[in-house]
């Protein structure tokens, strides 16, 4: 019978799922990143501002959306001196290594939240467009036609009906009444 402490078994949508661990380039026995796109920090013994030593548990940081874009980032710190770092970034760097010249982290089909090592790949800027587009993952807005059709993306729908995306943003921003013969509004209006 095998024993794995708790660390490495997590639940994951109702299934017990091994998780490898290791260390966050640069930072090195200060965190760890796993291949599940999670990371923690661990246990270690820091000087106390009066002092004194201090021992900081380990524990899983909770990672938050960043900007626009979506992706998940966290706060490292190391020697006084905080940062912060995307979750993809550091998945990629610990466990495949340094991103080649002239190629990009590309998210897969489930997209920029989940960091998971089996969702990133290294692939050129083209190929991320494409997989983006592909995915329904381009960041596009979606939108619904006034027959009730409804789209992931403006280009999508643009594509699909004809006309131009600029036109149907237009008309859902309420500064035209129609784009390739129909009405158009954002889904979440």
């Known amino acids: 019978m095998l024993y794995f402490s708790s660390d490495e078994f997590y ?11 290791k260390g ?3 930072y090195e026995g200060l965190y760890q990143v796993s291949d599940h796109g999670r990371v923690r920090s661990v246990d270690r ?8 030593p201090k021992k900081l548990v380990g ?3 909770r990672p938050s959306p960043t900007g626009v874009s979506g992706y998940l980032a966290t706060g490292l710190c190391k020697e ?21 010249d002239g190629l990009e982290i590309c998210h897969g089909p489930k997209g920029v939240e ?8 290294y692939d050129t800027h083209i190929q991320n467009c494409l997989d983006k587009r592909r995915d329904g993952t381009d960041g596009g807005r979606c939108v619904v036609r006034s027959d009730g ?10 594509e699909k ?27 979440d209006d």
């Open 11 to 21: 639940l994951l949508k109702g299934r017990c799922a091994l998780e490898r661990w």
């Open 24 to 26: 966050v380039v640069g």
């Open 45 to 52: 013994v820091v000087r106390h501002y009066l002092g004194g």
């Open 59 to 61: 524990k899983v940081l």
């Open 80 to 100: 006084g001196k905080g940062g912060t770092a995307y979750l993809h970034q550091i998945v990629m760097a610990a466990w495949v290594g340094p991103c080649p």
């Open 114 to 121: 989940d960091n998971s090592l089996s969702n990133l790949s």
């Open 149 to 158: 059709v409804k789209f992931n993306s403006m280009r999508e729908s643009a």
């Open 161 to 187: 009906s004809d006309c131009r995306r600029q036109n149907i943003s237009g008309v859902c921003r309420g500064k035209a009444k129609t784009a390739g013969g129909y009405g158009w509004r954002y889904c």
